[in-house]
């Protein structure tokens, strides 16, 4: 969807604390996914879409102008690009529970880009949501459990409870236990 709705989880995981542990350090992670964009491709769609006449037949811009400003909405995806990679790439820790680490979208479709329906595809197949988690958080200091053996997330997932996802992770995590909470 290109506008989805926000839904706000709790993931909570307990278990034994060396499972957890390793658990803790498997899940940290930069909170993005590498995608590779094609910027072509993507001043192309832009044009086509800032052109495309109304419903009287009237074109919004002249291509001219149109280009100057698809080249400008580049840059800016680009600039965001190359921040979200910089992050990937140096191995950030910066959240607390990635689904790109512990259930990655491989390589093969990486580079077909996030807005590809094979991408959302595969995003809905293995993870349950077609976009990557938003805001997820570490809450366990504020609830009275501890720390060794519980952790407890908060985040907001697209349109969808990440189930698929937490279904595979439970799996590969077998002496922990995983429950996610939707809040409607």
């Not at 590779?36 to 037949?57: F, S, T």
């Not at 949501?129 to 958080?137: E, F, G, I, K, P």
Request: charged share 25%.
């Amino acid at each position: 969807m290109p506008s989805p709705d926000w839904l706000y989880h709790r993931l909570t995981v307990t278990g034994p604390v060396d499972d957890l542990a390793r658990f803790n350090e498997a899940a940290a992670g930069p909170g993005v996914v590498p995608w590779r964009r094609d910027y072509d491709a993507l001043v192309e769609h832009l044009v086509i879409l800032l052109i495309r006449p109304d419903r009287l037949g009237r074109s919004s811009l002249a291509i001219h102008d149109a280009r100057l400003l698809a080249g400008k909405m580049r840059d800016i995806f680009w600039r965001d690009d190359q921040l979200a990679l910089e992050h990937y790439y140096r191995q950030t820790r910066r959240c607390p529970f990635d689904l790109h680490r512990l259930v990655p979208v491989p390589d093969s479709i990486l580079t077909l880009g996030s807005d590809a329906a094979a991408s959302m595809r595969w995003m809905w197949e293995h993870w349950g949501t077609t976009w990557s988690l938003r805001r997820v958080c570490d809450r366990t200091a504020h609830f009275r459990v501890d720390p060794a053996t519980t952790r407890i997330f908060e985040f907001w997932s697209a349109d969808w409870t990440p189930w698929r996802a937490v279904a595979t992770i439970a799996t590969a995590w077998p002496h922990l236990t995983i429950v996610l909470r939707p809040y409607y």
